[in-house]
């Protein structure tokens, strides 16, 4: 078991920045899958940025590559989203989710096969 718990939404005008946080704690080990979903509205949930923890190879959605960012620290077992140049399409509940990827050859995309979430954190961008 692994529970997520993201802090630091908020609401933001277009341009502006936001840092999510989100900790890990139970069995997090260095072979798992973590990241960031997003819902909007009426929307179906999209994988954002994620992190294959022990290589640290990363993925990016193409709507926010080079303006987002996915980090960890494993010493406090905590992953960030720093999210930069925001624009209201971002607009979105943001999740944390973790899932094993100890057999996956690289990272897991799909948000149907993550097992862990966090509660959610909404993020708000306003023109």
């Known amino acids: 078991q692994v529970k997520m718990v993201e802090s630091g939404g908020g609401s933001v005008q277009t341009g502006g920045s936001l840092r999510l946080s989100c900790v890990a704690s139970g069995s997090t080990h260095s072979g798992l899958c973590m990241g960031w979903f997003r819902q909007a509205p009426g929307k179906e949930r999209e994988a954002v940025a994620l992190i294959k923890t022990g290589s640290r190879s990363t993925f990016y959605d193409d709507s926010v590559q080079g303006r987002f960012s996915i980090s960890q620290d494993n010493a406090k077992s905590t992953l960030f989203l720093q999210m930069n140049s925001l624009k209201t399409e971002d607009t979105a509940m943001y999740y944390c989710?973790?899932?094993?990827?100890?057999?996956?050859?690289?990272?897991?995309?799909?948000?149907?096969?993550?097992?862990?979430w966090g509660q959610g954190t909404q993020v708000t961008v306003s023109s």
């Open positions: 989710a973790a899932r094993d990827c100890s057999f996956a050859g690289g990272i897991v995309v799909s948000p149907s096969s993550y097992n862990y």
